[in-house]
């Protein structure tokens, strides 16, 4: 998910569609919250609410731990090298175990007898 700020402190969650307004923190660390939702949204979070039971609240709590989750992942060092080596893309093709060191000659190699040069 996007959040973008805007004027007035709101925050467009662009994937969904949802408008955030943070408006006031209250009872000491809790914030409080305002966020308008476009029908689509509005069905979803009804979804939500109606399979699981929990209050709009517990909902925004788990999807905001969720994504912060994602994003950390995503962010630890070394993580898109773990998530590239764990993909089938390195190693999925053959050729000799010194390309990367002697692509050039293999090319020239290749074009020569493709092209017929000396």
């Excluded at 569609?17 to 949204?41: F, K, P, Q, W």
């Amino acid at each position: 998910m996007n959040i973008k700020p805007s004027a007035a402190g709101c925050y467009r969650w662009s994937e969904c569609g949802a408008i955030v307004c943070m408006t006031s923190h209250t009872r000491g660390d809790v914030m409080r919250i305002n966020a308008r939702l476009d029908e689509h949204s509005e069905k979803n979070l009804e979804f939500i609410k109606q399979v699981t039971g929990e209050n709009v609240t517990q909902i925004i709590k788990d999807l905001l731990e969720e994504r912060a989750q994602q994003l950390r992942q995503q962010n630890k060092p070394g993580s898109k090298l773990k998530a590239l080596l764990e993909s089938d893309f390195v190693g999925c093709a053959e050729g000799p175990e010194d390309l990367s060191a002697n692509y050039k000659d293999y090319l020239y190699q290749g074009l020569k007898e493709k092209h017929g040069l000396d």
